[in-house]
Nanobody
Framework: QVQLVESGGGFVQAGDSLRLSCVISGRTSLRYSWFRQALGKEREFAATITWIGDNTDFSDSVKGRFTISRDNAKNTVYLQMNYLKPEDTAVYYC?????????????????WGQGTQVTVSS
């Protein structure tokens, strides 16, 4: 059984930074991504990384401000979020997929964490 547990969310001011962590237990997957869901909106893709190699991608809304990384020894994926904006406020979810393609779509993912709240005040 695969479990993903996120942590690191919080309440910050615009311009601050946060680092989210996703600890993975069970069998590792091909790809891990971070999605986010603001109140009343659909879940949207933010960033992705493959477990082997350093293939990453980001949504246009976070590109240049967020970075994604992994520590294979710790079975952890990180999302470093810099220059946070109020529009980054959302619940952030870690997700795991066994597929290379369509990583923008939540439907591609097999496992999800419970989410961690990020609130950015102006």
């Amino acid at each position: 059984q695969v479990q993903l547990v996120e942590s690191g969310g919080g309440f910050v001011q615009a311009g601050d930074s946060l680092r989210l962590s996703c600890v993975i237990s069970g069998r590792t997957s091909l790809r891990y991504s971070w999605f986010r869901q603001a109140l009343g909106k659909e879940r949207e893709f933010a960033a992705t990384i493959t477990w082997i190699g350093d293939n990453t991608d980001f949504s246009d809304s976070v590109k240049g401000r967020f970075t994604i990384s992994r520590d294979n020894a710790k079975n952890t994926v990180y999302l470093q979020m810099n220059y946070l904006k109020p529009e980054d406020t959302a619940v952030y979810y870690c997700a795991a997929s066994s597929r290379w393609e369509n990583y923008y779509s939540p439907l591609t993912y097999d496992y999800w964490g419970q989410g961690t709240q990020v609130t950015v005040s102006s």
